[in-house]
């Protein structure tokens, strides 16, 4: 879901290329990326993938005086973040070695930390609005900013999602080990949460459009005042499907 690559023209995006095995010195690495920022100061997007990059410990006065608003770091060897990150909205670390995400900026909108080895996801920032955490080891998704509005977080370890953000509108939670949820933020419009272990599925909100509730254990759906155009709900164990909206456009319960 790398969408806010459709914000930047490519004149406005920096990438550090791949110059064969780098010798892990990083004052080396810190000075190619001080010269590239400094030679392009209007750029706003840079991509760091694939250069080996062990850890983030780049002086935050690097980023000086310059644009940089987002920053990839994708297919590293990258396992901690020893410095604080510059003032960005974007931050992409997905396929690395991280185990913890510390440093964050606090005008961050949109993380994506998948693929990854992050057990625990604490002191997230509070304008965060995407966050992105798919195929890590996590067990829980505590103190979710207030503002969040998309939350994937599949292929995990979760066994609980509570007091989800109000704002949230999509939410990717399958193939997890989820038994409930306490309650569904009333603006949610689009749930996958199959391959969980659902037992029962309450208080759908009547903003929903899409629910793929697949592969779980439920015996009863009940989709009274709801708005829902797609909904994706075989491999359950189905007494009942209850109050179907005339919205529908597809259904699937085989």
């Known amino acids: 879901m790398d969408c806010y690559k459709d914000n930047y023209s490519l004149n406005e995006i920096l990438r550090l290329n791949h110059m064969g095995v780098f010798d892990n010195d990083p004052t080396k690495l810190t000075d190619r990326i001080s010269n590239l920022i400094k030679s392009n100061p209007k750029s706003k997007f840079l991509i760091l993938n694939s250069v080996n990059i062990e850890e983030w410990n780049f002086n935050p006065s690097?980023?000086?005086?310059?644009?940089?608003?987002?920053?990839?770091?994708?297919?590293?060897?990258?396992?901690?973040?020893?410095?604080?990150?510059?003032?960005?909205?974007?931050?992409?670390?997905?396929?690395?070695?991280?185990?913890?995400?510390?440093?964050?900026?606090?005008?961050?909108?949109?993380?994506?930390?998948?693929?990854?080895?992050?057990?625990?996801?604490?002191?997230?920032?509070?304008?965060?609005?995407?966050?992105?955490?798919?195929?890590?080891?996590?067990?829980k998704l505590d103190w979710l900013p207030d503002g969040l509005k998309i939350l994937q977080c599949y292929n995990n370890h979760i066994t609980q999602l509570n007091d989800l953000p109000s704002t949230l509108i999509e939410l990717h939670c399958y193939s997890n080990q989820i038994e409930c949820f306490s309650l569904l933020p009333k603006k949610l419009k689009i749930l996958y949460c199959q391959l969980n272990r659902l037992k029962y599925l309450k208080h759908i909100p009547s903003e929903m459009e899409e629910l793929y509730c697949d592969s779980n254990q439920l015996d009863k759906l009940d989709l009274k005042n709801t708005k829902i155009i797609k909904l994706k709900c075989e491999k359950n164990n189905f007494k009942s499907v209850d109050n179907l909206p005339n919205t529908i456009e597809y259904i699937d319960l085989k």
């Open 62 to 139: 690097v980023f000086e005086n310059s644009s940089i608003e987002a920053i990839e770091v994708k297919s590293n060897y990258m396992e901690k973040i020893v410095c604080p990150l510059p003032n960005i909205l974007v931050f992409n670390c997905a396929n690395n070695g991280l185990v913890e995400l510390y440093g964050l900026p606090n005008g961050l909108k949109y993380l994506d930390c998948s693929r990854n080895e992050i057990i625990n996801l604490d002191n997230l920032p509070i304008g965060l609005e995407i966050l992105i955490c798919n195929y890590n080891k996590l067990v």
